[in-house]
């Protein structure tokens, strides 16, 4: 980690997982070996606060030019920080097919509803009845859809190996996350191929609620659209 | 960049050789291998050659083609649009190819397949039922390679020890497929030598 | 070694003797021969091949694949090209080497697989996004697919930039002879300080192209824009054939070059004084060459596979638009000699 005052709104989520990504690559003494690719989105930045390589990508094709990194430099530590627009919207046919592949890398996959970047538009995960600058009054499954579970469908992947839903709530679920950014790693390290950790994230400026309010609204909503724990690779030991 | 397209030496060729053809018929009766031949028989003489195949939806089921030239000095248009000769294989390629042949040009026609004569009296014909001498040689497919014999015979642009070393070297040791090859070569020579060119004019 | 091989592949064995070890493509015809040619070669050096999902994947890939330091490359035709803009645009952004073939056939919209040269707007004015240029070569046969698509490593590198090979699906398709020496060296290897390899024993690297700090951007485009004018001056290339003496001047590339260069021998042989410019590099293009041999008398007719597009650099050029002419065919046609012949008596 960088010492650099970071760009985010007050309580928003990036900043956590940030330090745990940096704090497990330390932890694991990988920091030498890591290259990280940053999304197109509210993260795009996180370069200028991790210490160590990082390249960013267009919009959605992150999980491309980490497979492009991966395949170059196969004992490096590679992954993907996204969004929930850079991974479920415009890069979908990227994050599905490199989990096809089974490519040995690991993806980020910060989930917080709604589009930040750009002003609060809807996001393929935002929920039925959320507010957002381009679903006038609220999202509306018979006009907009539904919110979209990636992880759910990735799990039917014989190229994926471990599938985790976390939050950062509370120290517990935060701890959680920690652990399961881990996994992920341990996982690519032992070649045995595609991981995802999924965070849902609290995002107060676009979700109209102050920080603690933010919390409490994933504990009581976000995770009954999303239910958390371990998705794929369960009984899976690193 | 070195331009070696218009630089490569092509041998001792003292006379100018300018030759374009068309092999057509159905996919499966060898039309793009026969012009393979034809194009490596060229390069290992020392000519110019390109081999352009056609593709498209015409592959399957209808006509396939290839054309080649081969010539002496450098090869502009890959594209062959008035043939000096073409060795046709079925009806349909008759229909689309007999016309555009320049007046004077050499059509091997398979008579085992197709079903009419050419209206050309303009170009020199070759009738043949390859199709049936290629099963007398040993093997049905061997029909293309006795048409290229005939076009030898009739042209004389390669030795036939090269003709030979081609086969041999398209075969890739698969023995065999030499044999029959070389055997379906010869016998084209032989009809090209007995047969009269049906020119009328 | 001499082979008879097709155009396609020749750039594939021209891109794996230049040292490219890493290939990621989408099936699209007139290429597919390059794409199965690299699925078969790749693996037997020891580099990267990969079918990606679409050609927005696949250019990201390269991407990838270029800042981890591999000599990497992908290919495509016309529509597949259309959809690699955006990752063309960002490599040029981010300063890295990359090869991106072009096998054009016949468009707009989905066209058909017939030859084609009406990408060339999109190729030398920009395609992408933003201020960017593409170093872009035409060869015309197979031997030059093999050895302008070495070329394009070697500039690629040397210009920290992406190179396209401009080239047709006649071009792609056809087979003529190809040699080169088997002991070929690669581009020779040079220094890449900015690979993202793990900040091991150096302070970590970023490799981006968002640059929102003030003026940073400007700089960035000041400092691109120094580097392609460095190119103008060093790298343009052109084939003059019988320009010497000539009153009436075929201008054309790739396909239309070679033919063009036939017709210049036919008319010769009928007494009319007619040459050839054969540009080789599409961008940079041969402005000045181009200015100096119109500073005679001689007129000019420019032909493609398009509704004119080169014309327009020609004219640039020349600065004389009534001595300029065109002739071209669309669709997938291709002018036939003793069309261009009959044209350029006309002039």
Known sequence: MKQAPTHYCPGCGHGIVHRLICEVLDEMNLKEKTVAVAPVGCSVLAYDYWDFD?????HGRTPAVATGIKRVLPD????????DGDLAAIGTAEIIHSGNRGENI??????????????????????????????????RADRDGYPLKIMEMMAVLPGVVYLERTTVTSPKEVTKTKNAIKRSFEIQLAEEGFSMVEVLSPCPTYWGLDP?????????????????????GGDHGP | MDHRLWTIDHGPWSKSINESIVCAGFGGQGVMVLGKFFAIAGMEAGLYVTWLPAYGAEVRGGTAHSFIRLSSSPIGDPMVTEPKAAVIMNTPSLEKFEKKMIPGGLLILNTSIVERKSSR?????VECQLTDEAMTVGNVKAANIIAAGIYLAKKNIFSKDLVLGVIKKMAGGRDELARLNSRAVERGYEIGAEVNVGRKT | ?????????????GAIRAGCRFYAGYPITPQ???????????????????????????????FGAAVAGARSMTSSSSPGISLKQEGISYIAAAELPAVIVNVMRGGPGLGNIAPGQADYFQAVKGGGHGDYRLIVLAPASVQEMFEFTFKAFSLAEKYRTPVMILTDGMIGQMMEPLEFDDAIKPVPAVPKPWVLDGAKGRPSRSIKSLLLKDGELEAHNIHLQKKFSSIEKKEVELELYKVKGADRIIVAYGLMGRIGRECVDTLRSKGIKAGLVRPLTLWPFPYKEIRKIASGKAKFLVVEMSAGQMVEDVRLAVQDDKRVRFYGRMGGGVPEEKEIVARVKQL
């Open chain 1, 76 to 83: 490096r530590l590679v992954f993907t920080y996204q969004g």
């Open chain 3, 1 to 13: 070694m001499k082979y008879l091989t097709t155009g396609n592949e020749a750039c594939g064995e």
């Open chain 1, 212 to 232: 603690s309010q933010s919390m409490r609204r994933i504990e009581n909503e976000v995770v009954k659209a999303f239910p958390l724990g371990v998705i794929k």
């Open chain 3, 32 to 62: 597919n021969e390059l794409t199965a040619y690299m699925s078969k070669r790749m693996p037997e050096v020891g580099g990267v091949f990969i079918q990606s999902e679409s050609e927005l994947s696949a250019v990201n890939m390269v």
């Open chain 2, 121 to 125: 009296k303009d170009i020199d014909i």
């Open chain 1, 106 to 139: 690991s993806t980020i996959f910060v989930n917080n509803g709604v589009y930040g970047m750009t002003g609060g538009q809807m996001a393929p995960t935002t929920l039925i009845g959320q507010v957002s600058t381009t679903t006038p009054g609220s999202r």
């Open chain 1, 54 to 58: 990082t390249t960013e990508a267009a």
